[in-house]
C-alpha cells in the first residue's frame, strides 16, 4: 500500500544510452513532480503536472522528457545519457490549488539512484 | 528569484534541544515546510507554517516571521534516531502555479 512508488530503486547505464524510470501514486492527488538530489544532497524541482498537464518546467536539458499519461503517473524518460546525470530522482504528488485551506503537501517516492558510467 | 539559506551541518547531544534556523527571499510567498531525509531515504514531511507564530507538533516545532524571511525548526528531546538532514523549503506562486524551493539541507547528527 505505498503511497508513492517509483521503479527502478537502482539504474546503472553507460554514457548515451536512452533510460526510463517511472512513478505512480495511489493517494489520489491530481499534481505531480519530478526532483533531482546531486551528490551535495541539493533537491531541486524539474517537472511538475497537474491533471496531466505540464505546469512547471525548470532549466532541465531537453533530454529529459516526462510523460503523464492519467493522473496517478508520471514518468521521466531520459535520452542520450551523460556522467552529470548521475543523481537520486525523486517523485513526489500532492494535491493542488488548496493552499490557504489545506497545506498541499508534498509527499516523496523512495527515489532512483541514477548512476551513468 | 528564490535564496534560502539554512546551516550545512550542525551536532547536538541525545536528550539535548536543537534549534535549525532557516532565512529565505522570495516573492509571492506562500508557506513554508520543513521536512526529515534519512540517509538513502525520501524527505518525509514535518511541519507547516503559512501564517506568523508556532506550530507544534510534539518532539517538534517550526517557527515562521514573514516580515523577517525566518524560521526555525525545534527539536526537543532528542534521540539518536533524530541525526538526519532536514530541509527548509518554500513554496512561492506567480504564473498561475506553485512551486517548492528547497534549501540545502542541514545534516544533524546526535551523538551519546
Known amino acids: 500500500d505505498t503511497a508513492v512508488s517509483q521503479t527502478p530503486k537502482y539504474l546503472v547505464t553507460q554514457m548515451g544510452n536512452d533510460k526510463s524510470i517511472k512513478c505512480e501514486q495511489n493517494l489520489g492527488h491530481d499534481t505531480m513532480y519530478w526532483y533531482k538530489q546531486d551528490s551535495k544532497k541539493f533537491l531541486k524541482i524539474m517537472f511538475s503536472?497537474?491533471?496531466?498537464?505540464?505546469?512547471i518546467n525548470e532549466t532541465v536539458p531537453n533530454r529529459f522528457s516526462p510523460k503523464s499519461p492519467d493522473k496517478a503517473h508520471l514518468n521521466l524518460h531520459i535520452n542520450s545519457l551523460e556522467l552529470g546525470d548521475s543523481a537520486v530522482y525523486f517523485c513526489?504528488?500532492?494535491?493542488?490549488?488548496?493552499?490557504?485551506?489545506?497545506?498541499?503537501?508534498?509527499?516523496f517516492g523512495p527515489g532512483t539512484r541514477l548512476t551513468v558510467l | 528569484g528564490q535564496n534560502i539559506d539554512q546551516p550545512t551541518e550542525m551536532t547536538a547531544t541525545e536528550g539535548a534541544i536543537v534549534q535549525i534556523n532557516c532565512t529565505y527571499q522570495?516573492?509571492?510567498?506562500?508557506?513554508l515546510f520543513w521536512y526529515q531525509q534519512h540517509a538513502g531515504e525520501a524527505p518525509t514531511f514535518l511541519s507547516y507554517?503559512?501564517?506568523?507564530g508556532l506550530e507544534e507538533k510534539g518532539r517538534f516545532s517550526s517557527f515562521l516571521s514573514r516580515s523577517k524571511g525566518y524560521s526555525y525548526l525545534l527539536l526537543k528531546e532528542l534521540q539518536m534516531k533524530d541525526s538526519a538532514s532536514y530541509l527548509c523549503a518554500v513554496r512561492s506562486s506567480g504564473a498561475g502555479s506553485y512551486q517548492l524551493t528547497f534549501g540545502k539541507g542541514t545534516k544533524l547528527s546526535v551523538i551519546p
Open positions: 522570495t516573492s509571492g510567498f506562500n508557506g
Open positions: 503536472y497537474n491533471n496531466k498537464e505540464l505546469i
Open positions: 513526489a504528488s500532492s494535491t493542488w490549488g488548496l493552499a490557504g485551506r489545506s497545506t498541499d503537501t508534498q509527499y
Open positions: 507554517n503559512v501564517l506568523d
